[in-house]
């Protein structure tokens, strides 16, 4: 930039701060201005800068307001009934059918988790692992020779859920539905043999007998009609009223061995597996939520733990959604497994709490350590969460051959409209956690 008449040559040397120099511009350098400062000035100038670190310092300076034990404390409280109720309010509604709860209630809450962990993963979990892992203060290794970290580790771990997936699937291939025979030969059903069924036979169409007791298949039934809502796109929809007519539970399981090869993919141990991954990416970066809150303190820690409330409330309706759908099916409806699998996700950011207030004077999330432990975890649970949501919710609940017969007119529009809403709600949650 040319410097003005009147300027720093023109009129002369300006008034200087101590032990620091003026922007200077290239014509102040043409000019011969450096030729003009006193050699003090440069010498303390050029140790000002020599004795500069390199890269700011990692940590926290100081932490804003005194810290409140008790506050803490009653936060861990909150967070755990909080996050544990939301969790199991889609268990009770499906554990007990005769509680006044509406009947889509399943049916879009599930549809909302969608959008919930989707937008987890794209909105919390991904960009915090990459702010966090090429913060300035971190070697160069980690901000400028490979700033793509986090998603190599993200890509990483969807390729290690793909492998288990696989694994899993090539194990369970030729006993697809051993389990469902065991069940029926348990119950005195015959014609299945020892319960192993090749699978090309699973393609023979076969004409259902008709019912003792006169009723329909219960996808068609009166019962099924009734909570269409609820069980739309439900993998168990056929058990859906199991529970109130318990005399219907064989019927219904030697009717799914009829189902012909789709059902392979909609068995409860798959959909026990996507569970317990769902899970797995939830719990993974829970520890860590929960050390933020425990040492943040004043303002931060109030915004923190309202943000925290939501997010907690809303992933813990679409862990407990899922969860949901494997009653009676693999779970009896007397099993404590459920409840189980919603307490581990209510307690596991409440333990993160607990370490927090334990170590408040010594963990630090802005310490080198802390950003990357909380940058790593982030990267591997998004990915796991992004594969769960995209391959295994969106793409069975939409894009199947399955959702086409079954999620239809109406239901699909608002099962749309749940995940965007799920979506849009845990995108404005991630701005404040």
């Known amino acids: 930039m040319h410097q003005e008449p009147g300027g720093l040559v023109a009129r002369g040397l300006p008034t200087f701060t101590p032990r620091v120099l003026p922007i200077l511009t290239s014509t102040d350098f043409d000019d011969g201005i450096l030729g003009r400062l006193p050699l ?3 010498h303390a100038e050029i140790q000002r800068r020599q004795d500069a670190p390199a890269k700011p310092p990692c940590g926290t300076e100081g932490r804003q307001g005194s810290y409140n034990m008790g506050v803490h404390v009653f936060a861990v409280f909150l967070i755990l009934s909080l996050s544990t109720f939301a969790c199991s309010l889609p268990i009770i509604a499906r554990r007990f059918p005769q509680l ?5 209630f399943l049916f879009l809450s599930r549809h909302f988790g969608t959008g919930v962990l989707i937008a987890t993963a794209f909105v919390h979990l991904l960009p915090t692992a990459f702010i966090s892992m090429t913060d300035p203060c971190l070697p160069d290794f980690w901000n400028q020779q490979y700033p793509a970290m986090p998603g190599l580790i993200a890509m990483i771990s969807v390729f290690v859920v793909v492998s288990i997936e696989m694994f899993f699937a090539g194990k369970g291939a030729g006993h697809s539905h051993g389990e469902w025979d065991t069940i029926a030969d348990g119950q005195g059903e015959s014609g299945f043999g020892n319960g192993h069924i090749a ?8 004409t259902p007998e008709p019912y003792t007791d006169g009723t329909p298949k219960p996808r068609h039934s009166a019962s099924s009609d009734s909570t269409d809502d609820l069980d739309a796109l439900d993998p168990m929809a056929e058990e859906s009223a199991t529970l109130s007519h318990p005399h219907r539970r064989k019927i219904s399981q030697h ?4 189902h012909g090869p789709h059902s392979n993919e909609r068995n409860p141990q798959r959909l026990f597996l996507q569970c317990l991954l769902l899970e797995a990416g939830i719990l993974f970066h829970s520890i860590f939520i929960g050390m933020a809150v425990s040492v943040a303190t004043g303002t931060p820690f109030a915004v ?3 943000a925290i409330c939501f997010h907690q409330t809303f992933e813990g309706f679409a862990l407990g959604s899922r969860i949901a759908t494997l009653i009676p099916a693999l779970f009896e409806a007397s099993s404590p497994k459920p409840w189980l699998m919603a307490f581990a996700y209510g307690a596991t950011t409440p333990i993160g709490q607990a370490i927090g207030i334990w170590m408040h004077a010594l963990y630090d999330p802005a310490s080198k350590v ?3 432990m909380v940058g790593i975890t982030n990267a591997i649970s998004s990915g796991l969460l992004l594969f769960a949501g995209l391959v295994q919710l969106v793409a069975e609940d939409f894009l199947s051959h399955r959702s086409y017969a079954t999620l239809k007119g109406r239901r699909r529009i608002e099962a749309c409209l749940a ?3 799920g979506g849009l709600l845990m995108a404005i949650v991630g701005a404040f956690a």
């Open 40 to 42: 003090d000035l440069l």
């Open 100 to 104: 006044p709860i509406p009947h889509r």
């Open 199 to 206: 699978l090309n036979q699973l393609d023979i169409p076969v």
């Open 255 to 258: 009717d799914r061995q009829d």
């Open 304 to 306: 923190l733990l309202i």
């Open 370 to 372: 802390g950003l990357l």
């Open 419 to 421: 995940v965007g809403l």
